[in-house]
């Protein structure tokens, strides 16, 4: 039996790094133009590390109304019930935290950072390197996730999941139909813009969801192996989870006996049992959720789950330069409703201790961190360089973008100023 709740972390401000600016450039044109090509509703500008960089395109230190996307993460997680937070990442990311805890402190937290490895930026060494410094019990799962999730800060029911107790690795799926039940009557309704790869059918709730693969993980780093999680991360996006799951328990005959009538299941039903839902529908990947649970625990030889949640924030992570809009319009836009000194309190619990950040922290760190000392001009360059159709700041340091004016901000606002006002954060 497992530990009933989780209260260490691994954030991960750490990202791999292309060999050559003009090769991560190229991938990140590429993918748009296929994107705009083939019609799909989020474009992506992909924020890509070179190493070549003179001045590291790290998608984590971008700044977010003038605040590090990195310190609206940890803010998350000092108001969640986690006790231990081991924090990875680069030099840069190191002077953020150290100013962080030197303004807003730890929050009663026990906060460690652990340098990245340079030349081995693969998930599972940034894993590996957060394990090392925490002290983990063989029955206690950790949270992992990626630093680039500003507004998750409702972590409760990761980590107090009754699952917890039962299972070696949870996945939290986002699932369009959970998270924007209205999105076919109110488009609009469906503030965050993505692509869902994915269909999987919950027979029990007779229901077809879209999802897109999870950025959570609690997860028992004593039960999984370790190419395997590197194997799920490497092919989570791409369609080929399936035959790189089939691939990787060839190698292991046993497990492969079981895991044939789970296939053999999938392959006879899932198709037929998706025409029931939705005729000619194009997806890289689908399941059924009970097969998907029973035949993940057999390749990962330990149980598993997954389930959905109704939570936009889990869903919106900054990838690209379109996100880093979502959020800098979404701040705006409180901001021009509530005022500068309420703007963001209304919709992030963590938003005051933001707020003195900036006003405390940022003028130094212009000082330090290449990026920030003229962070508009460096960003005006970036968006020229993807080829994007406009630049968002103007006069200097004016925002102003299409997506200022987009009605999804007002409805993203709305739903995050109801969230904040209902949440209580631990410790507060």
């Known amino acids: 039996m497992n530990h009933p709740t989780i209260e260490k972390c691994i954030v991960s401000f750490s990202h791999n790094a292309y060999e050559s600016r003009k090769l991560a450039d190229k991938e990140a044109i590429e993918k748009a133009r296929r994107e705009i090509a083939q019609g799909k509703k989020g474009i992506s500008h992909l ?43 680069s030099k840069e990311v190191k002077t953020v935290l150290d100013a ?9 937290k026990n906060v460690q950072f652990v340098h990245e490895d ?26 992992f996730q990626p630093g680039d999730l500003p507004f998750m800060y409702d972590l409760d029911r990761v980590l107090k999941d009754k699952d917890l107790k039962t299972h070696n690795l949870i996945l939290w799926l986002n699932s369009r139909q959970a998270m924007f039940s209205r999105f076919k009557e109110d488009p609009a309704s469906e503030f965050v813009q993505r692509n869902y790869h994915y269909r999987v059918i919950d027979e029990k709730a007779g229901r077809l969801h879209d999802v897109k693969e999870p950025n959570v993980y609690p997860i028992n780093l004593a039960a999984i192996e370790e190419d395997i999680i590197e194997l799920l991360h490497e092919t989570r996006k791409d369609g080929k989870i399936l035959n790189a799951g089939i691939h990787k328990v060839l190698t292991s005959p046993a497990r492969m006996l079981r895991l044939l009538p789970v296939l053999a299941s999938h392959f006879r039903h899932f198709d037929s049992d998706l025409r029931t839902y939705r005729m000619n529908d194009e997806h890289k990947f689908g399941m059924h959720l009970k097969n998907f649970n029973k035949g993940a625990s057999i390749f990962l030889d ?10 936009p924030a889990y869903v919106s992570d900054v990838d690209a330069l379109e996100d880093w809009e979502d959020f800098e319009s979404l701040v705006h836009f409180a ?26 922290a940022m003028p130094a760190l212009k000082e330090r961190i290449a990026m920030y000392a003229d962070f508009p001009a460096y960003l005006n360059g970036l968006y020229r360089t993807l080829e994007m159709p406009h630049v968002p700041f103007h006069d200097g340091h004016r925002y102003d973008t299409p997506n200022l004016h987009s009605p999804l901000v007002p409805n993203a606002h709305r739903w995050y100023r109801e969230k904040t006002a209902a949440f209580k954060p631990v410790g507060k």
């Not at 998608?59 to 081991?86: D, H, T």
């Not at 340079?118 to 949270?143: C, F, H, K, S, Y």
């Not at 330990?302 to 939570?311: G, N, Q, R």
């Open 335 to 360: 901001v021009r409703e509530e005022g500068e000194e309420n703007g963001l309190a209304s919709i992030h619990p963590f938003g005051r201790e933001l707020m003195k950040f900036k006003r405390e």
């Open 47 to 89: 924020i890509l590390r070179a190493r070549d960089d003179e001045i590291d395109r790290l998608k984590f230190l971008f700044p977010i109304y003038g605040i590090p996307l990195m310190c609206y993460a940890l803010g998350n997680l000092m108001v969640s019930g986690l006790k231990e937070i081991v924090v990875v990442g």
């Open 100 to 108: 962080f805890l030197d303004v807003i402190g730890p929050c009663g």
């Open 118 to 143: 340079p030349d081995n930026l693969v998930l599972i060494n940034t894993l590996v390197l957060g394990r090392n410094a925490l002290a983990l019990a063989p029955n206690e799962l950790v949270l």
């Open 302 to 311: 330990t149980p598993f789950v997954a389930k959905f949640h109704d939570d």
